[in-house]
Each structure stands twice: as C-alpha cells, then as structure tokens.
C-alpha cells in the first residue's frame, strides 16, 4: 500500500503510522456503485500491507457531521460504524480510516504518540466545528490518559482540494468564516483549518502540498470527475 510522504513522515515523528491511499490501490469508498466483493479484496490488500503492526481497523460510513468515536479495546478485524466523521483511540493496532475525495483529513496527535485522532472535515463539519471537536477531545482526559494542552498537540491537514480548484456559493464562505461574499468564488478549505487549529491553542500545525484536483493523475477527486470518482483513505494509529 503505497502512502503520502508527507502524512508518512509528519506519524513517523510521534511513532505513528500515517498515510492516504491512491488511484494505485483502486477505490475504498464504502457507499459508492461497486461490487462489494471488489471493494473488500481492496480493504483485504489494505489491512494486509499494514500487518503485523495493526490487526484492526476501524472505519464509518460519513455524513459530513460532528460524531467523534472513542475506541478502545477493539476486537481484531474490519470494524464499521454509522454516521460517523471522527475517530479517536490510544489502542496500540488498531488502525482508523476516513474516506475523502476532496475533503480534508485532519490527523491529530498528542506529542508524545500516547493518543490520536483522525477526522474527516468536509465545509459542513468544519463549520460545524468538527475541527474543535477533535481538539477538545484529544485534549480531554479518557483512556487512562491526563488532560493534554492543546498546545500539546500536533495537527497535520492532508491530502484534498486545494484553493485554486475550489469554488463554492457565498453560503460556504458565510458558514465557514462567518464573512459575506458575493457570487462564487474560490476557497482554501485547509487554509481556514489552519486557522481554527491556531485560534484552539494549537502551535505546530503543518499542511499537506498535494491536491487531489491538481493531481488527478494520483488521486480520486469529487469534483474533478464531476461527482463520478472513487474515494480513497486516510488512515493513522499506534502500531502494536
């Protein structure tokens, strides 16, 4: 399973496994017009370049909210939850996943590696407050761990579409950043995480440099297939 460098080399730091998958490895959307049988031999291909550091992964079917799953003492195999666009655990093998297209995964992680996070941040969650949900969360005590400052924390914002190649209606702008715009326009949808992570007390923020529109060639991406492509994952977790 081939990774993103830059998600690979931002986990190796706190001893973390961290990456995104790409056209190379087929689509792992869980909701789109596939064979299953298709799409779990790519899931199996998955959990398999990735043993024997995690013997489980755990993924939701996403509906662009603000659910957070705490997993803890989950059982080895392929796990799949409802409504679900978070997920957090300080369990050694368990793998979490998001998928994305165009939207943004978000890996969180205290600096010790002690704990993570993984989001996944559309316009609707982010402005929903996902973002500082995930924050609070990793911050917050559970698990057996202390409270951590958010100053603690680590934020890497992936692999998804860039500004140049985002354009939304004044309501996205509005939702987001709470600023009135006319007519379309282009938006950084990272850019504006960044700066929700700042304002939460974050201090060491860093930003994936691919696009999934730019690099079609690489990656799936919603609109630039005109709403016809595959999805990939986002995957982190503390290795057994």
């Known amino acids: 399973m ?16 961290a990456g ?3 056209r190379s490895n087929g689509s792992l959307g869980l909701s789109l017009p596939e064979p299953a049988a298709t799409v779990m031999a790519r899931f199996r291909a998955f959990r398999d370049s990735l043993r024997p550091g995690f013997s489980a992964l755990q993924i939701a079917h996403q509906v662009h909210g603000t659910t957070i799953a705490r ?12 409504d679900t666009d978070g997920h957090l655990t300080a369990q050694r093998g368990l793998l979490v996943a998001v ?4 939207c943004v995964p978000v890996y969180l992680a205290r600096d010790d590696g002690s704990a993570i996070a993984l989001l996944h941040c559309g316009w609707r969650g982010t402005a929903a407050g996902m973002l500082e949900a995930g924050i609070a969360a990793l911050s917050g005590s559970g698990h057996g761990l202390p409270v951590c400052p958010s100053a603690r924390l680590s934020v890497f914002l992936g692999v998804s579409i860039c500004g140049d190649c985002y ?18 326009t282009r938006f950084d949808l990272r850019g504006a995480l960044l700066r929700r992570a700042e304002a939460a007390g974050v ?36 290795p057994s």
């Not at 081939?2 to 496994?17: C, D, I, M, N, Y």
């Not at 690489?218 to 709403?227: A, E, K, P």
Request: hydrophobic share 35%; glycine share 16%.
């Open 71 to 82: 997993h803890a003492g989950v059982a080895e195999g392929f796990h799949v939850r409802d």
């Open 20 to 22: 995104v998958s790409d």
């Open 2 to 17: 081939k990774t993103a460098t830059e998600a690979g080399v931002w986990g190796e730091r706190f001893g973390l496994a």
């Open 167 to 184: 354009e939304v209606g004044p309501e996205v702008v509005q939702a987001v950043e709470g600023r009135p715009v006319t007519g379309k």
């Open 99 to 102: 998928t994305i297209a165009d």
């Open 203 to 238: 201090k060491e923020i860093s930003v994936s440099s691919l696009c999934t529109a730019h690099h079609g060639e690489r990656f799936f991406s919603h609109r630039g297939s005109s709403g016809d492509g595959g999805r990939q994952i986002a995957w982190l977790g503390i």
